[in-house]
């Protein structure tokens, strides 16, 4: 619900010079005995009525707006308050939505490079924390195999990565040789072919 916006144009009567500051008023006698008064003033500007409904609308707004005390300013508070009736200060949703933005930034693949055949390429894999290497079977190009590599078992040093199983000239393989600073394709077997001319994209978030 859109919150309540109250008036601040109220204006007072503003009295003509000829007034000389003083309202003027006709007393009419009524047949019961009684007056009456009639405004005969002389006005350049008429105010404003405030009474009972501007009061009323004015308080209304006053109950429904942020109590100050329940304003949360501190990120550790709001993420440990459950109750009802509270609400987050500026300064920790705009953490949250900063450290949103990081978490995804850290699940969202990116493709950061290709290699084309066995050719070794050097890449920087130390400001990420997983490596996806997709290579495409050049003999099949159905054929995709994966793998996915956590940048924290990486070194200097080169290990090998294998997925599929293959034996004695049959199923299919695919191997790389990657380190925290390199990578390259192995080999891409299907059957008794090694299908050295494949291509692989390399993802990482």
Not at 10 to 32: V, Y
Not at 59 to 75: C, L, P, T
Not at 103 to 131: N, R
């Amino acid at each position: 619900m859109a919150k309540k916006v109250l008036p601040t144009n109220f204006m007072d009567d503003i009295l003509n010079e000829s007034m000389n500051g003083k309202r003027r008023w006709t007393i009419t006698q009524n047949d019961d005995g009684t007056y009456t008064l009639e405004d005969a003033t002389t006005y350049d500007q008429l105010g404003n009525t405030f009474g009972q409904a501007q009061v009323n609308e004015m308080n209304k707004a006053i109950n429904e707006s942020v109590d100050q005390a329940r304003v949360i300013d501190d990120y550790k508070t709001l993420a440990a308050v459950n109750q009802e009736g509270f609400v987050p200060g500026a300064k920790p949703v705009a953490q949250l939505i900063s450290d949103l933005k990081v978490v995804k930034e850290h699940s969202v693949w990116e493709q950061i490079g290709t290699l084309s055949g066995t050719a070794q390429k050097i890449f920087d894999f130390s400001q990420c924390e997983e490596i996806c290497l997709v290579t495409t079977c050049a003999g099949n190009a159905k054929l995709v195999y994966t793998v996915k590599i956590p940048v924290v078992v990486l070194s200097e040093d080169k290990i090998h990565v294998c997925n599929g199983g293959y034996t004695a000239g049959t199923g299919a393989q695919c191997e790389w040789e990657i380190s925290k600073t390199s990578c390259r394709l192995l080999a891409c077997y299907v059957g008794g072919t090694n299908y050295t001319g494949s291509a692989t994209t390399i993802y990482a978030r």
